[in-house]
C-alpha cells in the first residue's frame, strides 16, 4: 500500500509541478512544498502509532489548505458529487424530503410536493427509526440524508414513529428530484405580478420566462422581482435574467481574474421581454453572488427599484474543475463588476487580519460611482436598497419557540387532527386555535432574557459596586419581578408575530413550499413598499435621483 501511495504521490506531483509552472514563475517553491508535503503524508501513513485512514487525512489537508482562501473554495470528493450536482442543477435522486435534527432525533420535517416522499405518504414530524433495516441512531442528519439519497429507480425503505406511537415501514421509489428556482409567481394586485426566485441553477431563467409570459397573460403591467434569500448560482443564469429586461447587446456584468481568460464582459444576446415594463427587485441580506448581479446591475442601469436591506455582499466568480478520480475542486477565479464599475464584495478574503479572519472593506477604501442617470452607488458593501425596509423588532418568546421547536411540533400535531384547511392564502388561525397553542407550549421552558432583564442585571451590578444597592434594592426586585410577570403574557403581547410564522408553518402541511411563499406575501412590508412605490409617483422620481 505504502508504494502505491508513493508512487500516486509522485505522479500526482509531476502533473502538478507541470501545471503549476505553467502558469506561475515560482516552480521550484511548487515543487519543493509539493515534495515536503506528500513526504509527511506518506512518512504518517507509515510510522503514526495509530490508523490514519489515508482518505480521511488527506481530506483533512485538503479542507484545512482550501479554508486558509475562502468559503467559496470547495473540494467535493466522490461521495459528494451529488451534492455538488444539486447546487448547479436543483437535481438530485432521492425522496424529496427536507430532514431536521431535534434532540439527538431525526424527523422529515417537509415531503416535496408530488415527491416520493408525499406520494409514499411520509409527514412533517415523522421520527426516522431506519433505513433499509439499518437503525439511524447517533447517525448525523448528513449521514441520514446520504442514506436517504440515492440513484433515481431504486427503492428505499424507512421505519418511521409516528406522532410518538405508531410505527410503520414505508417502501419510497426514488425519483430524480427537481427543486424548483420559481417557488410561486402570481398577480398581487390588479396590475402589479409577483415572481419569487429562489436559486440560480440551470432552468433559473427559464423559469422567470415562463412565469413572466403567464403573468403577462393575466394583465400584469408592473412587476415586483424576489430575490429576498437567494444565495446564488450560476452567472450565465443572472446575465439571462437581467437581459429579460434591458436590450440586447447591453453590458451587464464584466470579470476580472488572475488569468486573461477569466477577463471577460457579459452582454446580453437576446432581444428582451420588455425594456420599459416598470420593476421593483426586494432584496435582503440573504440576497447573494447571483442575486447581487441581478440587482445591482438593474440598479447601475437605472432599470429597476431596489427595495429591502443591504445585500450580503458577495463579488467573487468560481469555476468548477475536474480533479482526478471523479471529484472536483469548486475556486474562486475572478471578481465581478457591474456595469457602473464596482465590486461589491464585502469581505476582504486576500488580505486576512493576524488571527486568519477576513475583515470588512475599510470605510476608507469603500467608493463611489454613478449610475446611467447619475445616481450615487457604492463598492465594497453589497448593494444598498434604494428604499430600505426596517427590521421588524421581534419578541423574545419566539427564540424560545424556535429553540424547543414548538412552532413545528404543533404545526405537525395540528395537522394530524385536521384533514384540510383553507387557501394557503386565506388561512388564520382564530381565537380558539390560538389558546389551544398557547396551552400546548406552556408545557414547555419557556425561559428566555429579554434585553429590559440584561439591562437590568447590569444596573444591580452597578448599584452594587457604587454601593448604591441597599437604597434601591426594593426598586430593583420590584422590575425584576414586573418583567418576570410581563414574560408570562408575552406569547399573547407578540401574538401577531407569532401567529403569523405558526400558520405558514401549517400551510407547509398542505400546501408545500408554494403554499408557504404565497402564503408568506400575507402582512409583508416589503411587498406593501414595494406597491407604494410602484403605484405611485416614486418610481419615476427614484430611478432620475430626484428622491
Sequence with gaps: MNKTIQKLGLGALIVTVITAAGYKNDFFEVSKNLEIYSDIYKTLNVYYVDDTQPGKLMKTGIDAMLKSLDPYTTYYPESKIEDYRFTTTGQYGGIGS????????????????????????LKAGDRILSIDGKSVEEKSQDEISSFLKGQAGTEVKVEIERNGKEKIDVLINREEIKIPDVPHSGMLADNVGYIKLSGFTQTASSEVKKAYQALKKDGMEKLVFDLRGNGGGLLREAVNIVNFFVPKGTEIVSTRGKLEEWDKVHKGLNEPLSKDIPVVVLIDEGSASASEIVSGTLQDLDRAVIIGKNSFGKGLVQQTKDIPYGTKLKLTVAKYYTPSGRCIQK???????????????????????????GRTVYDGRGIY??????DE???????????????????NQFQLENQEIDLADS???????????????????????????TYLEELVEVAKKEKYYSEVESELKAMETKLNSNQKDDIYKFRDQIQRILENEIVSRYYYQKGRAEHSLNDDPFIDQALVVLNGADYSSILAGKN
Design 393 to 411: 423588532e421581534y419578541g423574545k418568546i419566539l427564540e424560545a419557540l424556535f429553540k424547543n421547536h414548538l412552532i413545528f411540533k404543533w404545526a
Design 385 to 390: 436598497p434604494d428604499v430600505k425596509v426596517e
Design 347 to 373: 469581505l476582504d478574503y486576500f488580505n486576512k487580519n493576524i488571527t486568519g479572519f477576513a475583515e470588512e472593506v475599510p470605510d476608507s477604501l469603500v467608493m463611489n460611482f454613478k449610475t446611467k442617470n
Design 427 to 453: 388561512f388564520h388561525l382564530n381565537d380558539e386555535q390560538y389558546d389551544e397553542f398557547v396551552s400546548f407550549a406552556r408545557q414547555f421552558d419557556l425561559k428566555y432574557t429579554t434585553a429590559s432583564e
Design 98 to 121: 427536507l430532514i431536521r435534527e431535534i434532540d439527538d432525533q431525526t424527523f422529515i420535517s417537509e415531503p416535496y410536493e408530488n415527491s416520493p416522499a408525499a406520494k409514499a405518504g
